[in-house]
DNA sequence: TCCCCTGACTAATGCGCATTAGTCCGCGGC
DNA sequence: GCCGCGGACTAATGCGCATTAGTCAGGGGA
């Protein structure tokens, strides 16, 4: 049952002012000195050191809000992610990308700052909303599907620096990031041509999102390149419609390669894997699998699927590089797309002879 | 290879005084109606409505930097965590947490922002470190034992509003919430008790930790309580120390109760358990056991022991009350204890009679 | 000797907002 | 007919800092 109070005659943080007293200089030099000094003005290093020693001696710390307002930068960068709460956990799958965006951060002399969109505050008027708080960094990034996307074009038309990790293209004027999920997927489909195969099939979800639509190009562009043959299945329901018996029939047709989408759920995946095992079948033997993307953790005991990986590290570092770029040079014309590796794992092989 | 530019001749984003003269009022009029006009200034409705639209269709939104400064809140809490990067194992444990943080800081009203301590930037000269970028929130939770004592007892000691999660003796006028191990603790013993145990024994590892002398007291204070017969067992190497054979001779001696604390590594429960079933033992029916804690996820298939949860959630959600607590009335004298829940388990029962 | 220049600083200003002291107008009271 | 008063605002100020224009003393050069 402790009592804290606080001061309530503020003895308060120290200002620039103060450290200026007790230095014997102005507010002005104290704040050229603890800068930087970036416009080159001649300091004696005697007064330097004064200045130096009076912050140290109070604890002086400058306050980033006035930092932000004085200067329009506190070398901030945000990062939003509009998940129910922060994505600090492991398992999430944005967790790695962070990794990669404060490496890069800190790396160029930014601190981080994260923000997420917490869902249920009633807006009051003329209070900030949700996307409104990240004003206090000088830059952010966003991360995820779910960002309101008016709320985020205001931001950007207002000028504020701005790059969403993932592709983007309803707003133009946006920068951003995402992983080359076209080229990877034909490497992919290369690969099972140099393996053998003459027919694929792609197995999705029913989704409009850029990330699948972009794999469904990759697909049909290396069909095209390398002569296959192969077809695009979207289902609604994948675990209903792709079934022992559906693979069964595609074997029968001539189709010894399938390549399922990863989504959030990876549906796609599962329901393939299912419906092989239904049908009695076995990979790499009897058929070859691969899975557009890395496997759900619940599935990480079975073999290695064949795919490619996504470098979620990397992507995030790029993101935090197209955003310094906006941030010191006012524009980033840096490639957003972002190259996946090729996973050879352990659920393709050779094309069996018919 | 798109080209992002950022508009050069700043269109900007809209401040109150561009809200003003849409109005055609003053920008402290546009202040008063769009910040809920706390002083009570009279303010004809129609004067009102028309801030309101000229702020809607200019898309107006405050900048958080300025309002910090001019009035010393934006609603904003900071939660700091210090791990090297983005927490990777503590992440786990700290989610719950976060969970209940986020609940209650939205319920009253305020948005949260995160900071980590990312350790490795090289502090410059004037910069602030890591620690104060909290003030740009108008106060902070800190999560971790590995806060830096002397930057957080700057920060208190300079006025600003913070409070620890975890309990923290070191800094007095530091706010803390922490879980209540001792009466926990101690009801674990009275459960014991209850259930015809007259000797129990507490398996720790040698630990200085608050949490650990938290519990040997609370151990100890139940012991005299009940009147039961105890001991409390420190090793530095639990799996060493804990042995079949120790069970054995515990059991000669008369002692069909044992307790062991939880740690990160849980190595006093983990080397407990071996040691049972070395001595060819089982619990409930030859001994009783019981975690001062909950088991760690690896162990999740084991029988459930009996012990308590602390309410992660709830103590996240008891750290905001104590920070509002501190922002609002400038002190807070809420009990920092949060009550832990007996868990009955699967690993305790009546004591054998001999 | 006078002037200009350079080095080492400081005064003044403004960022966008909240707040504190007004200002001005209309109306009821005496 | 003048005063006072409350309603509806606005002017001015300052938060803590960065930045832009100075200021001032001393040292050549002519």
């Given at each position: 049952m402790a009592e804290i109070r606080l001061p309530k005659a503020r003895r308060g943080r120290p200002r620039q002012a103060e450290v200026a007293r007790l230095a014997g200089v102005s507010q002005t030099t104290v704040s050229l000195v603890l800068s930087g000094n970036k416009q080159g003005i001649a300091l004696h290093p005697d007064t330097r050191a004064r200045v130096l020693q009076a912050a140290r001696q109070l604890g002086y710390a400058p306050d980033p809000a006035a930092q932000r307002l004085a200067a329009?930068?506190?070398d901030l960068l945000g990062v939003f992610s509009f998940?129910?709460?922060?994505?600090?956990?492991?398992?999430?799958?944005y967790y790695p990308i962070l990794v990669g965006v404060e490496q890069e951060a800190v790396a160029r002399g930014y601190d981080l700052v994260l923000f997420t969109?917490?869902?249920?505050?009633p807006a009051r008027a003329g209070r900030a909303d949700?996307?409104?708080?990240?004003?206090?960094?000088?830059g952010c990034l966003f991360l995820g599907r779910h960002v309101p996307a008016d709320e985020l074009r205001r931001l950007v038309e207002q000028g504020y620096p701005a790059v969403h990790i993932g592709r983007r293209d309803e707003l133009d004027s946006l920068a951003w990031v995402g992983a080359d999920y076209a080229e990877a997927t034909a490497e992919v489909v290369r690969r099972l041509a140099a393996l053998g195969h003459r027919h694929v099939v792609l197995v999705c979800e029913t989704d409009e999102a850029l990330a699948s639509t972009d794999r469904e190009r990759g697909f049909r562009g290396a069909l095209a390149q390398t002569g296959l043959t192969g077809e695009v299945v979207r289902a609604a329901d994948p675990a209903a419609e792709i079934t022992g018996e559906w693979v069964r029939s595609q074997l029968a047709a001539g189709v010894r390669a399938f390549v399922a989408e990863e989504t959030d759920t990876c549906a796609a995946w599962r329901a393939l894997l299912t419906a092989v095992e239904d049908a009695g079948l076995t990979a790499p033997a009897d058929l070859s699998l691969a899975l557009l993307g890395a496997p759900p953790a619940d599935l990480a005991h079975l073999p290695e699927p064949t795919g490619f990986d996504v470098p979620k590290a990397e992507l995030g570092a790029a993101a935090v590089r197209t955003l310094t770029a906006l941030l010191t040079a006012g524009a980033a014309d840096c490639s957003p797309l972002v190259p996946c590796e090729f996973r050879p794992g352990r659920t393709a092989g050779p094309a069996p002879h018919p």
């Open positions: 329009a930068r506190n998940t129910a709460t922060f994505p600090t956990d492991v398992a999430h799958s969109g917490s869902s249920s505050a949700a996307l409104d708080r990240v004003r206090l960094a000088d």
